[in-house]
């Protein structure tokens, strides 16, 4: 029983404590839940039933809560991470070959663009360390042309510095009118992102309210409970 909307040039944060049903929301977005009633329409289409590859063809960009069990492959190169969902594009690749120096160039500008501090593109990205990890898989996403941007826990295990880029990257994107979605347990965090937040509490949207909405009136929320004038 979850409905809401969010529009085009808006970040619409999604706040509870952690085990609300966050994590299950964030899988029927993208089509990893199934077992689905109801609908998710993005511009008009409708994407309950559609694969996880024909969702992100949608233009859906995904950074996920776990980025070392589902945003990289770690023994992979960092240049390899960056094209791990557009490993069909006939940019990089032609008949299942990668198109080396095509990628190499590629990767030499997201590292440039998202200041990921490595040795080289040829770094495997698992020994990078958790904010540069993060900021190579924000790269992926946003390198391509997005209709909606799902960030889960986008900063979770980071260092100050690359929250801080991670944040402004999302208000960037947001700013060029694209919808975002945030989930995060960190309430620091969604007061600073947020033009409107979605509180969940046991599986359920129980209000959603003005980014500016103090954090003790999000707090009660949070616990269950719906204060005066907030709209259920």
Known sequence: ??????????????????????????????????????????????????????????????????RKEDGLVGTFSVAENLILDRSSDSEFVTAGTIRRGVLDEFAKARIEEYDIRTQSAATAAGTLSGGNQQKVVIAREMSRELRLFIAAQPTRGVDVGSIEFIHRRIVETRDAGVPVVVVSTELAEVAGLADRIAVMYRGRVIGIVPGDTPRDVLGLMMAGEIPEGVAA
């Not at 966050?22 to 694969?51: D, F, Y």
């Open 1 to 66: 029983d979850v409905t809401f909307d969010v529009r085009p040039g808006e970040v619409l944060a999604v706040a509870g404590v952690q085990g609300n049903g966050q994590t299950e929301l964030v899988e029927a977005l993208v089509g990893l839940a199934t077992g689905l009633s109801g609908s998710i329409t993005l511009g008009g289409t409708e994407l309950v039933g559609k694969s996880v590859r024909a969702i992100l063809d949608e233009g859906v960009g995904f950074v996920p809560e776990d």
